[in-house]
């Protein structure tokens, strides 16, 4: 990857600005049979949690064509802490780009457990933390008010003694502005914007929901335009208030090179790509490429220069 697409995410450089969203590549183990890892600046592991999680019955993913987008409702299945520790973490770490570790809980502890053990391991630059998974009776909980998150933060900071926190934002909230300022006043170091949108999808001739949950998470090119929007608002907030900007990582629909771009003008300084891999894997290659020569276009010689670059009306 050219030094044109090199990106600095808090301080973790990434080769490209590229990263492979949480949930979307399990245990990364199966990824290197259809994309190098290289083309990606770093990849995010399953949310996981302190115990393993089966998370919750078929069906729990549903394309949803005439939508374009895809819900789920997995429930946060995954192996658990121990297991991930033992078995996953030492594989994913020798996959050749930045991993990064996604942390789920149920209870400030749980959360402080994780983000311990993850610290301690030394094989993971950066934690995100998922406040923001629809698919559980409890995954909104530290996500929907800004006092609540204050308060998960203000004890999960002191356990990452030498790894960066990510804070994943959500979108199923009345100001986005609120939380990313909540997150950035108890120490985050980047934020991610933005996980699924809570949506039902319903079966006419059954007049069931069609998820076993009922409703879950929305993804891909529906969520895009909502999300370019929070990553801007999130950004302009930050400029204004006159403070060094937060790191972004703008992630939701992004399919191409143009969606990428978009969030970078936005204002985002890495870009999460999540449903774009179930329908193509090899998809992060094609973006990055139309990203550099799009970077070249622009008379640029770093794509950092062109974050937050949108022009006014
Ligand atoms: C099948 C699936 C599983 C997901 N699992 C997680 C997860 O474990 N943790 C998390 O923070 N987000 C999870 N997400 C949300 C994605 O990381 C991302 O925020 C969301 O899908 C929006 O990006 P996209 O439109 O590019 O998919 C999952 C999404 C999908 C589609």
């Given at each position: 990857?050219?030094?044109?697409?090199?990106?600095?995410?808090?301080?973790?450089?990434?080769?490209?600005?590229?990263?492979?969203?949480?949930?979307?590549?399990?245990?990364?183990?199966?990824?290197?049979?259809?994309?190098?890892?290289?083309?990606?600046?770093?990849?995010?592991?399953?949310?996981?949690?302190?115990?393993?999680?089966?998370?919750?019955?078929?069906?729990?993913?549903?394309?949803?064509?005439?939508?374009?987008?895809?819900?789920?409702?997995?429930?946060?299945?995954?192996?658990?802490?121990?297991?991930?520790?033992?078995?996953?973490?030492?594989?994913?770490?020798?996959?050749?780009?930045?991993?990064?570790?996604?942390?789920?809980?149920?209870?400030?502890?749980?959360?402080?457990?994780?983000?311990?053990?993850?610290?301690?391991?030394?094989?993971?630059?950066?934690?995100?933390?998922?406040?923001?998974?629809?698919?559980?009776?409890?995954?909104?909980?530290?996500?929907?008010?800004?006092?609540?998150?204050?308060?998960?933060?203000?004890?999960?900071?002191?356990?990452?003694?030498?790894?960066?926190?990510?804070?994943?934002?959500?979108?199923?909230?009345?100001?986005?502005?609120?939380?990313?300022?909540?997150?950035?006043?108890?120490?985050?170091?980047?934020?991610?914007?933005?996980?699924?949108?809570?949506?039902?999808?319903?079966?006419?001739?059954?007049?069931?929901?069609?998820?076993?949950?009922?409703?879950?998470?929305?993804?891909?090119?529906?969520?895009?335009?909502?999300?370019v929007?929070?990553?801007h608002?999130?950004h302009?907030?930050?400029?204004?208030?006159?403070?060094?900007?937060?790191?972004?990582?703008?992630?939701?629909?992004?399919?191409?090179?143009?969606?990428?771009?978009e969030?970078i003008l936005a204002g985002?300084?890495?870009?999460?790509?999540?449903?774009?891999?179930?329908?193509?894997?090899?998809?992060?290659?094609?973006?990055?490429?139309?990203?550099?020569?799009?970077?070249?276009?622009?008379?640029?010689?770093?794509?950092?220069?062109l974050?937050g670059q949108v022009r006014s009306?």
């Amino acid at each position: 990857m050219p030094s044109s697409m090199t990106t600095h995410l808090a301080g973790v450089q990434l080769r490209t600005p590229l990263i492979a969203a949480a949930g979307t590549c399990g245990y990364i183990a199966e990824l290197p049979s259809v994309l190098d890892p290289a083309c990606l600046g770093a990849i995010v592991t399953k949310s996981i949690t302190r115990e393993p999680r089966e998370g919750n019955p078929p069906w729990r993913i549903i394309d949803l064509p005439h939508t374009s987008g895809m819900l789920n409702a997995i429930g946060l299945a995954n192996v658990g802490l121990e297991r991930f520790m033992r078995e996953k973490l030492p594989a994913a770490a020798g996959a050749g780009t930045v991993i990064i570790g996604s942390i789920a809980g149920n209870s400030i502890d749980d959360y402080v457990t994780i983000a311990r053990a993850f610290d301690e391991s030394g094989l993971l630059p950066a934690v995100e933390l998922n406040v923001s998974c629809p698919n559980t009776s409890d995954g909104l909980q530290f996500g929907e008010h800004p006092r609540k998150l204050t308060e998960l933060l203000v004890e999960v900071r002191p356990a990452l003694a030498r790894t960066k926190l990510i804070v994943k934002l959500s979108p199923n909230v009345g100001d986005i502005i609120a939380m990313a300022r909540a997150a950035i006043e108890a120490g985050a170091d980047a934020l991610t914007l933005i996980n699924t949108l809570s949506a039902i999808a319903i079966d006419v001739e059954t007049r069931r929901p069609r998820l076993s949950r009922g409703s879950g998470g929305l993804s891909g090119p529906a969520i895009h335009p909502l999300a370019v929007r929070m990553v801007h608002d999130v950004h302009c907030a930050m400029m204004r208030g006159g403070a060094d900007a937060v790191p972004i990582i703008g992630l939701g629909g992004v399919m191409n090179w143009q969606d990428a771009a978009e969030m970078i003008l936005a204002g985002a300084t890495a870009v999460g790509m999540g449903t774009a891999l179930f329908v193509d894997p090899t998809a992060p290659r094609a973006v990055a490429s139309g990203l550099e020569k799009w970077v070249a276009r622009q008379g640029c010689s770093s794509i950092s220069q062109l974050i937050g670059q949108v022009r006014s009306l």
